[in-house]
């Protein structure tokens, strides 16, 4: 098939930035022969020219490409550079004179003549002074090499090493927009030096300008065919802009040139990937790793290959070894995260508890709800606990205690996970119940020591988080109320109570809602328990003041719902998933793998985004961190949940997000619309879920995205009947009854009720509360959805979550509409479990 001039001229590019320089050069002949006067082609082949220093080859090309189109910055840059180095200075002052008539930058332009013999300024640093300033760059001392070239960049403006090394040193310490001058200044001044091209396409890269970083990069390239870090960097910016070809070529000319270019392998493997050539990206991988044996990136990207090929067991010491070389590896700790979640441990391996401490104290790399339940496998076959932890409930004497508080001291991982998250296993609860059981119990028995306030201080954190879902027996209610009358009356005499017993009482009783909870000053060296359990709380009481609200919420069914979040903020959590870095919404649809009907909103830069029905932050928070450049809405109906959200929210410094107080049903009064909309578990507690969506399609802009999250009717089959086994017994819904009939389920034998206990809402008391005792719930089957959508306006474009798209392909043909949710029903009645959390869907508006 013969090429068109644009396609031949791309072949050209593509053979000269990949160092291919006669096959370029063949290509732009070519061109010539048909079209003399094609201005790229004259340029480009002038610049081959001068990459082996035949300038006067160079000349006339360069002036033919101007001739044709002179409005063109690069074309006079590189004719002007190239009569300076043929000595013709008057001829390049003329066509400065001529470029600055077409409008260019005549003082960028005369930056050139400062390198030609018959410039006027002559004076450069001595190289005593040069050799002082890379003295000081080499040998990492950065903050002398700044002082010495920005004193060397005032003395000597127009030498281009100074300017080199100071945009270099501004870009190592974190200074990259400022850094930016710098680079530039340095190829103005020497635009010959392949190099100073190289470190400006670095800083381009790392501001997200790829298209100027990949301009730099060729230029780079163009002066030096050989620079196989040019060639490299090419192609991590190409793979960036989604060229994956091209930059597959990139890599593979900087293998060739270097062999041993360990992250050259290692990029190629991750395009390779991200073209589905699995098997190609694990060989790259292996190899990167074999020539550099310490290259963590290789060892974590080598995992993501086996964990997407199936092979979790190979993928999971990936993640170890790439975390053991770089201990602050977010990106592979964020890995890790995704298969521990799919793990159960069945040995014993203390090695890991460093790793996974990190997992859930750094940051916020995940939820550790999410993570619990594989921790807790792990610890399970530790010879510490295994034999503490009981099948059914246990009395234990004053030398058990001492001899599990003192097992359990050691287990500072359990600590951890015990004071940030409910734990998902009924043998933990059952020995931490026992335990809580014992100290009330003998509190005028038991002497404090350090271990032992260690534990009650995790044990209180702990039935704080989960909201003091742990049953309690009528002798330690009493008890209890028994302590509280005489802590009250300690502090009413100006005395402070023992520090033991302020802890036992706050593992059953939250102390905020002690008058005298401020005035403990035993809680003074306990920072975490009374920032937890005194200091947050009232600050939500105060922040409650602050919450807007929309219009009165009037509808009966919302009342019931408000009523039921302000007694329970659901769900209480200390640290969530945030990304490292935001992405634009082409790139999460990318990730997410969605089937747009209309490819317009990936062209939205700073979305107006509504979350309807956020109620304790986790959901704004994580969407508001998640796309670039967008600003946030976040309403709910509760109070005491958006006090809870905007506490944490001002606590993770995110400034694109605001509460509102308000009912699905009044957001029109909202005036605004949004190019994407979230609510996630709320429309099914609606009285008319439909009343509520159709408002918020009202909100969506045309092309705009939704994503919606709804029960299925197939997957609560059992949460149903217990639902009417609730009802038909008349339990109501204080903290005591969901207590109880929590405790029966736990205690029964039925195996319709085992399911129950795998839930993760089963372990704390607000999402439990959720899970059966809602006072509101619609349950829908993909088909009524289906016509929902149909009925609104509104087209389905695929699930949160892209991996059980392959268990839909493994169920239907592969060449199926992932998208036919007819399809979908049959897969789900086959499935009927596979949406027991929820269906977690997006659509978009015609």
Not at 792 to 805: Q, T
Request: hydrophobic share 40%.
């Amino acid at each position: 098939m013969k090429l068109t001039i644009e396609q031949a001229l791309q072949r050209g590019v593509t053979a000269h930035n990949s160092g291919n320089l006669q096959e370029a050069e063949l290509v732009y002949q070519a061109i010539l022969k048909s079209h003399p006067k094609h201005p790229d082609a004259n340029h480009n082949l002038g610049l081959i020219a001068i990459s082996v220093n035949q300038i006067a080859a160079a000349l006339p090309l360069f002036k033919t490409a101007l001739d044709v189109n002179p409005m063109i910055e690069q074309f006079w840059v590189s004719y002007i550079d190239a009569l300076i180095r043929d000595n013709q200075i008057k001829n390049a002052k003329r066509a400065i004179v001529r470029a600055k008539k077409k409008g260019f930058d005549a003082k960028k332009l005369e930056a050139l003549l400062s390198h030609s013999k018959g410039a006027t300024d002559t004076k450069e640093p001595s190289q005593a002074q040069l050799s002082s300033l890379l003295e000081c760059y080499q040998n990492g001392r950065l903050s002398d090499a700044e002082k010495l070239a920005i004193s060397l960049t005032q003395i000597y403006p127009s030498h281009p090493f100074s300017w080199k090394v100071l945009g270099t040193v501004l870009r190592q310490t974190g200074r990259t927009t400022e850094s930016l001058t710098a680079m530039q200044t340095s190829t103005q001044l020497a635009p010959q030096d392949a190099e100073a091209h190289y470190n400006l396409g670095n800083t381009l890269e790392e501001l997200g300008r790829l298209c100027e970083a990949e301009a730099s990069y060729t230029q780079a390239i163009a002066l030096k065919p050989d620079y196989s870090k040019a060639h490299n960097n090419l192609g991590n910016t190409l793979k960036e802009l989604g060229r994956l070809s091209e930059a597959e070529a990139s890599y593979t000319q900087a293998i060739a040139l270097k062999p041993d270019y360990a992250e050259a392998h290692n990029n190629l493997g991750a395009t390779l990937r991200e073209l589905n050539r699995l098997d190609e990206a694990e060989a790259r991988y292996r190899q990167a790793i074999a020539l550099k044996p310490d290259l963590a990136e290789a060892h974590s990207n080598l995992g993501v290959t086996l964990k997407e090929v199936g092979r979790l067991e190979e993928a999971y010491p990936s993640y170890i070894q790439a975390i053991n070389l770089k201990p602050d590896f977010t990106e592979a700790y964020l890995n890790l995260i995704v298969v521990i979640k799919k793990l159960s441990y069945t040995s014993s391996n203390p090695q890991l508890y460093p790793i996974l401490t990190n997992i859930l104290t750094t940051g916020n790399l995940t939820r550790p709800k999410g993570v619990a339940g594989s921790i807790l496998s792990l610890l399970k076959h530790d010879p510490l606990i295994k034999d503490l932890l009981p099948e059914r409930n246990i009395v234990l004497s004053l030398k058990e205690a001492a001899s599990t508080i003192a097992a359990l001291d050691k287990l500072t991982l359990l600590h951890h996970l015990m004071r940030l998250c409910p734990l998902p296993d009924l043998e933990f609860e059952r020995l931490f119940v026992a335990m809580r059981s014992f100290h009330l119990t003998n509190l005028d028995k038991i002497e404090a020591s350090p271990k032992l306030i260690y534990f009650l201080s995790s044990l209180c954190l702990h039935c704080f988080t989960n909201e003091y879902v742990y049953v309690e027996s009528n002798e330690e209610t009493q008890l209890v109320e028994e302590l509280e009358a005489l802590i009250t009356q300690t502090v009413a005499q100006s005395e402070q109570p023992e520090v033991i017993k302020v802890l036992c009482l706050a593992s059953y009783r939250p102390l905020h809602q002690y008058d005298w909870c401020q005035k403990l000053e035993v809680l003074d060296h306990l920072g975490e328990v009374k920032a937890r359990l005194i200091e947050e709380p009232l600050a939500e009481k105060k922040i409650e003041q602050h919450i807007s609200v929309l219009g009165k919420i009037s509808d009966d069914v919302s009342l019931k719902v408000r009523e039921q979040y302000e007694e329970n903020p659901y769900p209480r959590w200390v640290k969530l998933a945030i990304p490292i870095k935001a992405k634009s919404i082409a790139a999460v649809c990318n990730d997410v793998n969605l089937h747009l009907h209309s490819e317009s909103i990936k062209n939205v830069t700073a979305p107006a985004i509504l979350i309807a029905g956020c109620g304790t932050g986790q959901h704004s928070i994580e969407t508001a961190s998640r796309f670039s450049g967008c600003q946030v809405t976040a309403v709910d109906l509760s109070l005491a949940s958006l006090a809870y959200a905007q506490r944490k929210t001002n606590e993770l410094g995110v400034s694109n997000l605001e509460y509102l107080q308000a009912d699905i049903l009044n957001l029109h009064q909202l005036g605004r619309e949004f190019d994407i909309i979230e609510s996630s578990g709320v429309l099914h507690h609606m009285g008319e879920p439909m009343a509520g969506w159709k408002v918020l399609t009202g909100l969506l802009k045309p092309g705009g995205l939704m994503k919606v999250g709804l029960y299925s009717e197939l997957a609560r089959g059992q949460v149903i009947k217990t639902r009417e086994k609730i009802a038909s017994l008349g339990i109501g819904a204080s903290a005591a009854q969901i207590r109880n009939f929590r405790e029966s389920l736990s205690m029964s034998e039925y195996k319709d009720h085992e399911p129950f206990i795998s839930f993760p809402d089963y372990f704390s008391l607000s999402e439990f509360r959720d899970l059966v005792f809602h006072v509101q719930e619609r349950r829908f089957t993909l088909l009524q959805i289906q016509d929902c959508l149909s009925k609104l306006g509104l087209k389905f474009c695929g699930f949160e979550n892209d991996d059980i798209a392959s268990r839909f392909k493994g169920f239907h043909s592969k060449g199926s509409d992932i998208c036919d949710l007819a399809l979908w029903h049959q897969f789900e009645e086959s499935n009927p479990d596979f949406f027991v959390g929820m269906y977690q869907f997006w659509c978009q508006k015609l």
